[in-house]
Every structure is written in structure tokens, then in C-alpha cells.
T-cell receptor, first 110, second 116 residues
Framework: LAKTTQPISMDSYEGQEVNITCSHN???????ITWYQQFPSQGPRFIIQ???TKVTNEVASLFIPADRKSSTLSLPRVSLSDTAVYYC???????????FGAGTRLFVKA | KAGVTQTPRYLIKTRGQQVTLSCSPI?????VSWYQQTPGQGLQFLFE???????NKGNFPGRFSGRQFSNSRSEMNVSTLELGDSALYLC???????????????FGPGTRLTVT
């Protein structure tokens, strides 16, 4: 199972673009990369998932280089409500053996 | 569409007791997974149920068990509670389990268990 490494915390200001990078050197061929967002006292919420290159949805973009050993979650124009913990997961999509790392605590300031 | 619901939301138990937590998945979802979240260990996978069968299990002692009913609702049980079992227990549901490009888990709000 691929282990992930993310920065423990990041600070940003409202309106800025935030990029959170996750390292996963041992990613396997079948592994997908999934990002979740979690607010205090709530369950994680799915943000985006990808396998390679770039994926974009209404909330974020996910950039995955060709070697897939890292990925970057990009949040455009963050607001105060984006203050949360962001988790990067690597593995076969599914609950089984899903490993959440420590996550990145993003703090958005006014 | 109603989200994942968990009951109770908060629970206080004493050491040695047992506890049962309940999870109702989103309508139509057949897979239910359970996680334990603590400040020290983060989010850890407990087990996953699909079609009333436990399909996968995390690295937890046998005191942690669960089951899934025919309507996909799930319960987890912790026996002989220890202080270290104090945590937020999260349930997540999904349409299917296993491989799938767009597999997505929907988490409930969790049950906050405090063991004294």
C-alpha cells in the first residue's frame, strides 16, 4: 500500500490559489489518487480523484505528473470556508485498506 | 437525497462496557465502511461490508466487530471498552465496493465515543 506524505499545515489568504502537494513514491499501477476535505466534527468529503495527467471539477483541479509519484491538489481562489484538513489517499478506489495520512491543515485568513 | 446518518452522535461509556453504533447509508448504496479517527492515529480503516458480508478488515482487535443488514444498514460493536477507544467513529457508504474509476465514499457525521 502506497504511503503518502503531505505538508502538515499551510496558510493562505482569501482569493489566493492554494496548491497542496502529496508525495506517493510507491504508487502501484492500479492505484488512483483521491483527495478528501474534512471540517471539524464532520466526516471527510470527497473532492476529486484522478489516475494521471489533469482532472478538474467544479471545486478543484488535480495535477498528476507522468511518473505519478506525486500529485497536487489546486484550490482556486480560496475562501475562509475552505479552512479544513485535506487528505491525499492512494490506492485502489474503495473502502478496503484505505489509508488516510495525517492530512494537511489549511488555514485561510481574511 | 438523504446523506449517511449515524446514531447516536455522542456517547459516553465506561471501561469494560460495550457499545453499538449504527449507520444508515445513502439510499441505494450497498457498501458501508467504518473508520476510527483519533488525534494521535488519524483516520484508520476498521472494516467494510457489502451485501451483508464483511469484505475487508483493518488492523483492529477482535473487540471491534460489525454487521450489515439486508437493507444495507450497518452496525459496529466494540466490546470491553478501553480508554483508547475514545474516538470519532465514521461510517461511509458507496454504491459499490472494490475497483472502480469513480468510486466515491460519502461519510456520515460520525459518532463521538468517550470512554471514561
Amino acid at each position: 500500500l502506497a504511503k503518502t506524505t503531505q505538508p502538515i499545515s499551510m496558510d493562505s489568504y482569501e482569493g489566493q490559489e492554494v496548491n497542496i502537494t502529496c508525495s506517493h513514491n510507491n504508487i502501484a499501477t492500479n492505484d488512483y489518487i483521491t483527495w478528501y476535505q474534512q471540517f471539524p466534527s464532520q466526516g471527510p468529503r470527497f473532492i476529486i480523484q484522478g489516475y494521471k495527467t489533469k482532472v478538474t471539477n467544479e471545486v478543484a483541479s488535480l495535477f498528476i505528473p507522468a511518473d505519478r509519484k506525486s500529485s497536487t491538489l489546486s484550490l482556486p481562489r480560496v475562501s475562509l470556508s475552505d479552512t479544513a484538513v485535506y487528505y491525499c489517499l492512494v490506492g485502489e478506489p474503495g473502502g478496503f485498506k484505505t489509508i488516510f495520512g495525517a492530512g494537511t491543515r489549511l488555514f485561510v485568513k481574511a | 437525497k438523504a446523506g449517511v446518518t449515524q446514531t447516536p452522535r455522542y456517547l459516553i461509556k465506561t471501561r469494560g462496557q460495550q457499545v453499538t453504533l449504527s449507520c444508515s447509508p445513502i439510499s441505494g448504496h450497498r457498501s458501508v465502511s467504518w473508520y476510527q479517527q483519533t488525534p494521535g492515529q488519524g483516520l484508520q480503516f476498521l472494516f467494510e461490508y457489502f451485501s451483508e458480508t464483511q469484505r475487508n478488515k483493518g488492523n483492529f482487535p477482535g473487540r471491534f466487530s460489525g454487521r450489515q443488514f439486508s437493507n444495507s444498514r450497518s452496525e459496529m460493536n466494540v466490546s470491553t471498552l478501553e480508554l483508547g477507544d475514545s474516538a470519532l467513529y465514521l461510517c461511509a457508504s458507496s454504491l459499490e465496493m472494490g475497483r472502480g474509476r469513480n468510486y466515491e465514499q460519502y461519510f456520515g457525521p460520525g459518532t463521538r465515543l468517550t470512554v471514561t
